[in-house]
């Protein structure tokens, strides 16, 4: 079993930046592949980022790409999402997730352990 803790969630004005945590705890090990997720009001959950605990290689979905960030602090078992440009549209709840997987999923079904999430709010 793998625990999840996100923070650092809230309300920022179109522009700023905001940095996610998750903290993961249990039975974590290096083949866990880590992955954010986001769901706004009213709609699906969707990808947004993702990455092995290993790293390098990282996967954004295209609405988010260069401005989020994922990486990992390993002595930490911490992973984060810088998100830089926020815009109205990003405000969801904002999901971390890991699976225990070489690959590195980018759907929500191929994740087993989920967080509680946390809210990010954009205003215009």
């Known amino acids: 079993q793998v625990q999840l803790v996100e923070s650092g969630g809230g309300l920022v004005q179109a522009g700023g930046s905001l940095r996610l945590s998750c903290v993961a705890s249990?039975?974590?090990?290096?083949?866990?592949?880590m992955g954010w997720f986001r769901q706004a009001p009213g709609k699906e959950r969707e990808f947004v980022a993702a990455?092995?605990?290993?790293?390098?290689?990282?996967y954004y979905a295209d609405s988010v790409k260069g401005r989020f960030t994922i990486s990992r602090d390993s002595a930490k078992n911490t992973v984060f999402l810088q998100m830089n440009g926020l815009k109205p549209e990003d405000t969801a709840v904002y999901y971390c997730?890991?699976?225990?997987?070489?690959?590195?999923?980018?759907?929500?079904?191929?994740?087993?352990?989920w967080g509680q999430g946390t809210q990010v709010t954009v205003s215009s």
């Open positions: 249990g039975r974590t090990s290096s083949t866990y592949a």
């Open positions: 990455m092995r605990w290993t790293g390098p290689t990282t």
């Open positions: 997730a890991a699976e225990r997987s070489w690959f590195v999923p980018q759907t929500e079904s191929e994740y087993d352990y």
